[in-house]
DNA sequence: TACCTTTGTCTAACACTGTTAAATAATCTT
DNA sequence: AAGATTATTTAACAGTGTTAGACAAAGGTA
């Protein structure tokens, strides 16, 4: 019966074929190029036994988006690992993230909506909270208990998101001037921000 | 020869009708249900005759686009002439474009590339920097001479957008919390980099 | 080994998309 | 009224996601 196995490591090949084949066709002709067929032809094979792994094209990108989340989690946790103040730790996990946006930039126009030009995203995934609750969890480390609400935690929060988000957003769509800019608009907000949740 | 007159009155009627029942579509289906055979319907014509205004779909979205950025940059001029001093005439800019994201939602998406699903955009429409001109100049009026140069001008400006940009971005993808905690947050966040910009 | 069932795979098709060329209908000019 | 011009449509092409049915390969069973 071990023949069996070989079977669905097999299966499971070609499942994992199928993913790497979609991100492989996005990051060489973009979002628009990736087609079932496409991909079919990729793992030389033809496009309705796709369906047999997926049950449509959604359930691709579905799958791809969470893989990109638990990505940025793990590179987000490692980069925490490198320090020891909540401080650090703080802007070296938006430092991954951001660096995460530039690496990934499929998976990352995929997670967040940047510039999609194909499928619908109103998937809630769950995986998703992952690297918002590593954020979070670090806030609250660092607001004085005083303090210490989620209404207030979720805005210092969502202040975080939206600056490196934005920033994020807009080197994606716009090609924007030097990457020293770039980097120290985010630098000076991390720290302005980081310095708010003190007092 | 007035029917010349009453031939070319007609004929930009119909344009405008093609770029309003494309708006139309959009906001009663989304993006992914705007097809030129829907707007060909909803004009009462078939298809082909579309092409006889606009040389083919992305020319009706970069159109669109424009009179977004128009209509944007209007109404941060009204928002503008509320007021007097700088730093409150730069608030309801700001307030301004946030209004505008939400009031036309589709029109933003389409402009600044927002969970998009159809369509490409990487059209250098120069109606684009009306909005941002607006900015720029009030935030040149109200930085000290002393520090008055061109990055760090930019520098600001994009702090700026990136915090209304992804705070949009965040609320448009994502079904959000309470609208408090969002103003909450803009306001907060416009509040700091205004007072940075006089230091 | 022969049969039957299950599994894997492909072909063909449907309904849709943007776009174009050619045929028709309507209008204007002479 | 006839010819030329313009407006509009029909038909088609190549592409999309997706599904049903045909076919082939493999498995188990007698």
Redesign the pocket.
């Known amino acids: 019966m071990a023949?069996k196995d070989r079977?669905l490591r097999l299966?499971d090949e070609t499942r994992t074929n199928i993913l790497c084949a979609s991100l492989d066709i996005v990051k060489e002709e973009g979002w628009s190029a990736?087609?079932?067929?496409?991909i079919a032809d990729k793992i030389e094979?033809?496009?309705?036994?796709i369906?047999?792994y997926f049950s449509?094209?959604?359930a691709i990108l579905q799958e791809l988006t969470r893989m990109g989340y638990l990505k940025l989690a793990s590179q987000m946790e490692e980069a925490k690992d490198r320090f020891t103040t909540p401080a650090a730790q703080l802007e070296a996990m938006w430092l991954a993230y951001w660096n995460f946006a530039f690496a990934e930039k499929e998976l990352y126009q995929l997670m967040y909506g940047v510039e999609m030009n194909c499928c619908i995203m109103e998937n809630p995934c769950p995986d998703m909270k992952g690297p918002a609750t590593l954020i979070w969890n670090k806030i609250e480390e660092m607001v004085p208990e005083s303090k210490r609400t989620e209404d207030y935690i979720d805005t210092k929060y969502y202040t975080f998101w939206s600056v490196v988000h934005g920033l994020i957003s807009i080197n994606m769509t716009r090609q924007l001037s030097s990457e020293d800019i770039n980097k120290q608009v985010l630098k000076d907000a991390l720290g302005g921000i980081i310095n708010s949740l003190r007092n």
């Open positions: 023949s079977i299966k990736l087609s079932m067929r496409k094979y033809t496009a309705p036994i369906y047999e449509n094209k959604d």
